[in-house]
């Protein structure tokens, strides 16, 4: 079989000559195709690099002739194979399959310390999945399917996107190459079915350039979401249009919160919170919060159960995991003399100062600082008497070197 010169250069680019590979293989068109393609690439090497796995569903009546087309290309290229058993349970189907393989997949990887699995999807199965997810307004990060993804822990490889099923089906052919057609992709019991059959070339090159202007507007948008730092302010998430603003929510829930919480469910009550104007908190879970405040919003633990104390004698830059400081002007501070010590206000400190209002609480609630911030907002001791409480406004605007990390 002549593999197509776009392929052999996706092979390259993957670096498929090296390292070793599960091949998820069912005998069907696709990865018949694609184990023939990898034979005529890597030659008498293909058993050093590619292994083989195989489930058994015992879905049809016709698996016999399945396994014997996959034993057929396990004895023809002496390639190792990992078969599997099972039977089917309850639920969607497909996605219990789904869940099955790709558990198995996994194990094998794992305890035989492959590179990573490789999948026969190709350029229809990218189309159908692109059209499935505008179908149900769903809000991934990359619109159809990655070449190169992390799954369940594993690097899963998909070297035939640029490949159509037609493709396929010529260049077996031409060859009288054998494999097994699973006559349940006739039916039309799954909506990927009923796509598959709807859709002429043309109408695909169409989907295929929409799919690809997709994902480049979504690569600017990320990366404006990567530009974002706690904490985020409102002046640039209300600049999103609304699906814009779930994207930063999932992308923000995704990237910074340890919430098991449904991932869904919880996005939609943060989208929900953020739409209302005061100074507020929203338990995500028992070790973190949403908090917001007129401008800005951010995302961290409890408030009330922080707690900390720092003495420190020279005038340097000093880092903790709750504020990084300059003190190398004192002034910056109102402060006369070292050492002093920066701690986490209480209820009941005074300070040691001409301002007029002594009660430190009382302080923050007139600079407008929120609520939920007052249990770790730092003063400043000198002689055990508090000499500095910063502005909030100060610290907002950078007008000292001062850096709370809770924000």
């Not at 310390?113 to 990359?142: C, F, M, V």
């Not at 994902?215 to 002046?235: G, H, I, T, V």
Request: net charge positive; glycine share 2%.
């Amino acid at each position: 079989m002549k593999i197509p010169s776009k392929l052999i250069k996706e092979f390259d680019e993957l670096g498929l000559d090296s390292g070793t590979y599960l091949l998820a293989f069912s005998g069907g068109p696709d990865s018949v195709y694609l184990l023939e393609a990898l034979k005529k690439y890597l030659g008498d090497r293909l058993p050093d690099i590619i292994h083989l796995c195989y489930i058994n569903y015992h879905d049809s009546p016709l698996v016999d002739e399945e396994e014997k087309i996959v034993n057929h290309y396990v004895n023809k290229y002496h390639l190792k194979l990992y078969r599997f058993d099972t039977k089917y349970k309850k639920g969607n189907f497909e996605d219990w399959a789904r869940k099955y393989r790709y558990q198995k997949f996994k194990t094998v990887i794992k305890q035989e310390n492959l590179t990573g699995l490789l999948t026969a999807h190709q350029k229809d199965d990218d189309i159908e999945t692109y059209i499935l997810q505008k179908e149900r307004k769903n809000l991934p990060l990359h619109y159809g399917l990655n070449k190169i993804t992390i799954l369940h822990g594993i690097k899963l490889i998909r070297p035939l996107l640029n490949i159509s099923k037609q493709e396929i089906y010529d260049a077996l052919s031409s060859q009288n190459i054998t494999y097994y057609e699973d006559i349940t992709n006739h039916d039309d019991h799954t909506k990927r079915n009923v796509i598959r059959r709807g859709l002429n070339e043309q109408e695909k090159e169409k989907l295929l350039i929409e799919k690809n202007s997709e994902n480049k507007r979504l690569d600017k948008l990320y990366k404006s979401f990567d530009e974002q730092k706690a904490p985020y302010q409102f002046a640039f998430y209300n600049s999103l249009n609304e699906e814009e603003k779930q994207r930063f929510i999932f992308y923000l829930f995704d990237k910074q919160l340890s919430s098991k919480k449904r991932r869904d469910g919880i996005s939609k009550e943060i989208y929900e919170f953020l739409k209302s104007n005061t100074n507020k908190a929203l338990e995500i879970d028992k070790n973190i919060s949403l908090y917001r405040t007129k401008n800005y919003f951010f995302f961290y633990k409890d408030f009330s159960k922080i707690s900390y104390s720092f003495t420190y004698h020279r005038k340097k830059i000093y880092k903790t995991k709750y504020f990084m400081i300059d003190l190398s002007d004192l002034s910056k501070f109102n402060l006369k003399a070292l050492p002093v010590t920066i701690r986490n206000a209480n209820k009941d400190d005074i300070i040691d100062t001409d301002l007029p209002t002594k009660i430190v609480y009382d302080f923050l609630k007139k600079q407008q600082v929120p609520a939920f911030l007052y249990p770790a907002y730092p003063v400043f001791l000198v002689n055990n008497k508090i000499k500095c409480v910063p502005f909030y406004k100060d610290l907002k605007e950078h007008k000292i070197p001062l850096e709370l990390f809770f924000f």
